[in-house]
Antibody, heavy 120, light 110 residues
Framework: QVQLVQSGAEVKKPGASVKVSCKASGYNFKDYYIHWVRQASGPGLEWMGWINPKSGATNYAQKFKGWVTMTRDTSITTAYMEVTNLRSDDTAVYYC?????????????WGQGALVTVSS | QSALTQPPSASGSPGQSVTISCTGSSSDVGAYNSVSWYQHHPGKAPKLMISEVSKRPPGVPDRFSGSKSGNTASLTVSGLQAEDEADYYCSSYAGLNNLVFGGGTKLTVL
């Protein structure tokens, strides 16, 4: 079955960086885009961007351009999302999600989420 | 791009129907049939309930249905059950490879 398993919770100081991983299994990793979505304190999901695992091409929401980087390692079917220069309002649960059905902008499978806490 | 507009809360009694709206613009909801709906229980991963405006993924009860008119999409939950109580989010393709979410609606089953 399709699974996306994310790395664990992290605590970082302001100005630091964090890299969250998303290990995919149960399907052909290269065939489906991986998106990243975050939920800060309170309700509300925020789309961050996507990576095409086949080509490595990325697209970021305007807000995250320049300080978020999405990468992948096809040899271990894992996607990564790195946030640099962390601020307190980056404290959030970060989710990876598979876009499926293909080219529908829908996310049919999600990781369990990774809590990133930014605190001095 | 701006977030899609959802009512912050909705409620209904068991067995009743409730409809949650999701209002965007002619650049997102009105322009594309790529509206999705997610159910999110706190502490768990969101679950896809509707894709492409009205398509239910396998395993989603037919009590959940989606529609769209102009710049507004809607999710209707019929025959409300206790387990339907959750946060619901809409999302839409917004052009230029971008996507936007709604602010979320907390559904309470009375």
């Amino acid at each position: 079955q399709v699974q996306l398993v994310q790395s664990g919770a992290e605590v970082k100081k302001p100005g630091a960086s964090v890299k969250v991983s998303c290990k995919a299994s149960g399907y052909n990793f290269k065939d489906y885009y991986i998106h990243w979505v975050r939920q800060a304190s309170g309700p509300g999901l925020e789309w961050m961007g996507w990576i095409n695992p086949k080509s490595g091409a990325t697209n970021y929401a305007q807000k995250f351009k320049g300080w978020v980087t999405m990468t992948r390692d096809t040899s271990i079917t894992t996607a990564y999302m790195e946030v640099t220069n962390l601020r307190s309002d980056d404290t959030a649960v970060y989710y990876c999600a598979r876009e499926g059905p293909i080219y529908t902008s829908a996310f049919d499978h999600w990781g369990q989420g990774a809590l990133v806490t930014v605190s001095s | 791009q701006s977030a899609l507009t959802q009512p912050p809360s909705a409620s209904g009694s068991p067995g009743q129907s409730v409809t949650i709206s999701c209002t965007g613009s002619s650049s997102d909801v009105g322009a594309y049939n790529s509206v999705s709906w997610y159910q999110h229980h706190p502490g768990k991963a969101p679950k896809l309930m509707i894709s492409e405006v009205s398509k239910r993924p396998p395993g989603v009860p037919d009590r959940f249905s989606g529609s769209k008119s102009g710049n507004t999409a809607s999710l209707t939950v019929s025959g409300l059950q206790a387990e339907d109580e959750a946060d619901y989010y809409c999302s839409s393709y917004a052009g230029l490879n971008n996507l936007v979410f709604g602010g979320g609606t907390k559904l309470t089953v009375l």
